[in-house]
């Protein structure tokens, strides 16, 4: 196996821009900041303690799911997508060593914000 040069990865991102990744574009024009709130209101349930990891932030979780309606994915298939792709990795702010939502998590939050939806009716 051919060990990796110190430009290697920055070669690889260069040619992924070159061929035109759409999700540099969907990036650069959504402000996602400005769905944090409605999102964490959402989410919002009591704490049964303070114990436990931190979850996923929010509006990373919420590309995630902009990342599964785009590609049409699975829960199991965009986990493993998110840890597969260059693109998906960047879209979502996630480096090699990021701990990335399994697809429970990301189940669970789509029906965070299905219950929430459907208590506003």
């Not at 990021?98 to 939050?109: L, M, Q």
Request: glycine fraction near 4%.
């Amino acid at each position: 196996m051919k060990q990796l040069g110190i430009f290697d990865f920055d070669i690889r991102i260069d040619r992924i821009n070159k061929a035109g990744d759409p999700l540099v574009k969907l990036n650069d024009t959504i402000d996602w900041e400005i769905f944090r709130s409605t999102l964490e209101e959402a989410r919002k349930k009591p704490k049964k303690s303070k114990a436990g990891a931190k979850g996923f932030d929010v509006v990373l979780l919420c590309k995630i799911l902009i990342l599964q309606s785009l590609y049409n994915l699975s829960d199991e298939a965009l986990e493993f997508q998110i840890l597969d792709r260059y693109s998906f990795s960047r879209f979502l702010g996630l480096h090699a060593a990021s701990k990335v939502p399994d697809a429970t998590t990301i189940w669970r939050f789509r029906e965070d914000l299905t219950q929430a939806a459907a208590k506003r009716y």
